[in-house]
């Protein structure tokens, strides 16, 4: 049990040293709940939301399940995704997925047992329509998937017609060099809602 010892300890030096060099942050911290952002993104252990982006505790919400879906038969994620859109009113939703997805991969190479089948049957279609073998290429077509699936979701319709400046992302994380890529297929409305899938890949800027 050393490992699980560690955790903990490695958490009490870490709310010290947040505590030396912000005073007040805890309790500041404790008395609101106001983030702007809703993250959707991989479980991937090596994609951790706020170190990616560089924001402290309190300035994302987070949801992660394997390989980013964004599926309306998910109560979790649709809990998830009405509340902070009704309850917490962020500002802006980021689907962010990853260069090498493992859920991805398993798709490609018919590797999906159980469960996991049936949970990325989404990306088994997508893979189907477009015939792509590249491993990358599907990642990001993954992200503008999902990007679209929130587009057309009731929740985020409803908050649109209501007239709330309400954005989505989709963006790329490389493992490989710790940068984030935007696909640039960010939707502010339903004006602006996807029609289909771009099967470019997007540019990469670093």
Same mark, same amino acid.
């Given at each position: 049990?050393?490992?699980?010892?560690?955790?903990?300890?490695?958490?009490?030096?870490?709310?010290?040293?947040?505590?030396?060099?912000?005073? #007040?942050?805890? /309790?500041? *911290?404790?008395? @609101?709940?106001?983030?702007?952002? *809703?993250?959707?993104?991989? /479980?991937? /252990?090596?994609?951790?939301?706020?170190?990616?982006?560089?924001?402290?505790?309190?300035?994302?919400?987070?949801?992660?399940?394997?390989?980013?879906?964004?599926?309306?038969?998910?109560?979790? *994620?649709?809990?998830?995704?009405?509340?902070?859109?009704?309850?917490?009113?962020?500002?802006?939703?980021?689907?962010?997925?990853?260069?090498?997805?493992?859920?991805?991969?398993?798709?490609?190479?018919?590797?999906?047992?159980?469960?996991?089948?049936?949970?990325? %049957?989404?990306?088994?279609?997508?893979?189907?329509?477009?015939?792509?073998?590249?491993?990358?290429?599907?990642?990001?077509?993954?992200?503008?998937?999902?990007?679209?699936?929130?587009?057309?979701?009731?929740?985020?319709?409803?908050?649109?017609?209501?007239?709330?400046?309400?954005?989505?992302?989709?963006?790329?994380?490389?493992?490989?060099? #710790?940068?984030?890529?935007?696909?640039?297929?960010?939707?502010?409305?339903?004006? @602006? %809602?996807?029609?289909?899938?771009? *099967?470019?890949?997007?540019?990469?800027?670093?």
């Amino acid at each position: 049990m050393k490992e699980i010892a560690k955790l903990l300890d490695n958490n009490r030096i870490w709310a010290q040293n947040v505590e030396k060099n912000i005073p #007040g942050f805890f /309790s500041k *911290l404790e008395s @609101q709940h106001k983030p702007k952002f *809703l993250w959707i993104g991989c /479980s991937d /252990s090596r994609v951790p939301a706020d170190q990616l982006i560089g924001v402290m505790p309190g300035e994302v919400f987070v949801h992660r399940n394997i390989s980013n879906q964004v599926i309306n038969t998910d109560i979790n *994620l649709m809990c998830v995704l009405q509340y902070a859109v009704d309850v917490l009113k962020v500002k802006h939703i980021i689907v962010c997925g990853h260069y090498g997805c493992g859920g991805i991969d398993a798709v490609l190479k018919d590797q999906t047992p159980g469960l996991l089948a049936h949970w990325l %049957e989404n990306v088994k279609d997508l893979m189907e329509r477009n015939r792509t073998p590249n491993l990358d290429d599907m990642c990001e077509l993954n992200v503008k998937l999902q990007v679209r699936n929130l587009a057309l979701n009731s929740i985020v319709r409803k908050a649109w017609d209501r007239g709330r400046s309400l954005y989505l992302h989709g963006w790329i994380y490389s493992i490989a060099n #710790g940068l984030i890529h935007d696909l640039c297929i960010t939707r502010g409305g339903r004006h @602006q %809602e996807p029609e289909h899938i771009d *099967l470019k890949r997007a540019a990469k800027t670093d």
